[in-house]
T-cell receptor
Framework: KNQVEQSPQSLIILEGKNCTLQ??????????LRWYKQDTGRGPVSLTI?????NTKSNGRYTATLDADTKQSSLHITASQLSDSASYIC???????????FGAGTTVTVRA | EPEVTQTPSHQVTQMGQEVILRCVPI?????FYWYRQILGQKVEFLVS????????KSEIFDDQFSVERPDGSNFTLKIRSTKLEDSAMYFC???????????????FGPGTRLTVL
């Protein structure tokens, strides 16, 4: 069964600090991995997407890494801002699969 | 920038009633999806739709659920007889291309919060 596990479940950081979120998956055959940001009460918004051959992708202060051998990904947030407070969801899709497998998300709270 | 829209933003209904949730996907997209997110839980896939038919559906998508693209722009999710456990946020998503190697992104709407009393 395709599964996506994220850690930590939640974290609190001070504005300006960095943090790293983790994602482990068992989706097979792997196609691509996305990180989404979901603000409270809103739909998820795509931050990055990586295929098998990519091991890092940046979008502003967000940098995602992928190790397809160990089936792990991370999302690094640099110099956090209050607006980064949200749930960050790791989403993996399998080859020729119409649906996405979602992680439970990591809730990030940035405090001034 | 084009976006997926959903109406209503919040729907309150009595148990056993029928509800229709509406979505307008991005205009040149070909693949459409419904997801739900029960409060505090992960987003769950319900159904995918392509070429006017269901491509894939999850175990959650039982006979109480149906989807339709009635007029080429709207994409609807109908729940025939709502249950308390149907209370959730329902997200519509759309994308241009198929899965597999495609790196196309699913664009999500803002969601409809369904409350079943």
């Amino acid at each position: 069964k395709n599964q996506v596990e994220q850690s930590p479940q939640s974290l609190i950081i001070l504005e300006g600090k960095n943090c790293t979120l983790q994602c482990n998956y068992t989706v097979s055959p792997f196609s691509n991995l996305r990180w989404y940001k979901q603000d409270t009460g809103r739909g998820p918004v795509s931050l990055t997407i990586m295929t098998f051959s990519e091991n890092t992708k940046s979008n502003g202060r967000y940098t995602a890494t992928l190790d397809a051998d160990t089936k792990q990904s991370s999302l690094h947030i640099t110099a956090s801002q209050l607006s980064d407070s949200a749930s960050y969801i790791c989403v993996v899709s399998a080859w020729d699969d119409y649906k996405l497998s979602f992680g439970a998300g990591t809730t990030v709270t940035v405090r001034a | 920038e084009p976006e997926v829209t959903q109406t209503p933003s919040h729907q309150v209904t009595q148990m056993g009633q029928e509800v229709i949730l509406r979505c307008v996907p991005i205009s040149n997209h070909l693949y459409f999806y419904w997801y739900r997110q029960i409060l505090g839980q992960k987003v769950e896939f319900l159904v995918s739709f392509y070429n006017n038919e269901i491509s894939e559906k999850s175990e959650i998508f039982d006979d109480q659920f149906s989807v339709e693209r009635p007029d080429g722009s709207n994409f609807t999710l109908k729940i025939r007889s709502t249950k308390l456990e149907d209370s959730a946020m329902y997200f519509c998503a759309s994308k241009m291309e198929a899965g597999g190697l495609g790196t196309d992104t699913q664009y999500f709407g803002p969601g409809t919060r369904l409350t079943v009393l």
